[in-house]
């Protein structure tokens, strides 16, 4: 018969070789991540401004103006509003035409903050996202 041995029985007195290689090991795991960027990319989330998630953020937002297809369902929406944050938003609102809404010009103004573009998902959307490339962060 013949025994094969695989492992020793004798385990070192001192725990210092332990030590020594598990601290190695977290330096290479750390040292690993930060190359691999996944420490990094959760540190590295840039935070541009607040959101505006409703009409009351809108309205408090006071550099940024409303902006709406003239002679459209919702520009026709605000129009009937006179009371609260929506009819503060029908006074300050800008109607464009839909031919202008979809160049580069008024979407650049949309990107840099000058106008919040209130609208369903509409074709000025699709036109949007010509002015879109991967791997760049949205501008809209």
């Not at 030590?19 to 040292?31: H, K, N, T, W």
């Not at 409303?66 to 109607?95: C, D, H, W």
Request: glycine share 8%.
């Amino acid at each position: 018969q013949s025994h094969l041995y695989q492992s020793t029985s004798y385990w070192a007195k001192g725990s210092a070789g332990r030590i020594i290689s598990c601290a190695a090991l977290m330096v290479g795991l750390i040292f690993g991540s930060l190359y691999s960027g996944s420490v990094t990319s959760f540190l590295a989330i840039p935070v541009t401004s607040k959101p505006i998630n409703s009409a009351e953020d809108l309205v408090a937002h006071k550099t940024m103006l409303p902006s709406t297809k003239s002679n459209a369902a919702i520009y026709n929406f605000f129009q009937l509003q006179l009371e609260g944050s929506l009819g503060v938003l029908r006074e300050r609102m800008v109607a464009f035409p839909s031919s202008e809404m979809g160049t580069w010009n008024f979407l650049k103004l949309v990107a840099d903050g000058t106008y919040a573009f209130i609208d369903t998902f509409t074709t000025v959307v699709g036109k949007a996202q010509q002015f879109e490339f991967q791997g760049q962060d949205c501008k809209f």
